[in-house]
């Protein structure tokens, strides 16, 4: 089994900064790619980013250009830096690690919330 534990959330006005930050533990051997994926009230959960064990990345288009990925291999920790976050940025972020096996589902953590103020 992955356990992922994320850290960071918080509230921020529009235009600030927030980092994320999700440490995985447990049988991390089995994690290939990595990501953050969001929740708002109402919506489905979707993909912000999403970083490969050997750095390839891949973004939403609306995040594109104002959050980044970054993954430590040694640390298993994979980060999200958000900046020029805005109010439909609001969500629950999670953390989500995917088996090298495709028949594994994947892992999630439980989530941080994210509050941005207009």
């Known amino acids: 089994q992955v356990q992922l534990v994320e850290s960071g959330g918080g509230l921020v006005q529009a235009g600030g900064s927030l980092r994320l930050s999700c440490a995985a533990s447990g049988s991390i051997f089995r994690i290939n790619a990595m990501g953050w994926y969001r929740q708002a009230p109402g919506k489905q959960r979707e993909l912000v980013a999403r970083?490969?064990?050997?750095?390839?990345?891949n973004y939403a288009d609306s995040v594109k250009g104002r959050f980044a990925i970054s993954r430590d291999n040694a640390e298993n920790t994979v980060y999200l830096q958000m900046n020029s976050l805005k109010p439909v940025d609001t969500a629950v972020y999670y953390c989500n690690a995917e088996s090298f096996d495709p028949l594994v589902a994947p892992y999630w953590g439980r989530g941080t919330q994210v509050t941005v103020s207009s």
């Open positions: 970083i490969t064990k050997g750095g390839a990345t």
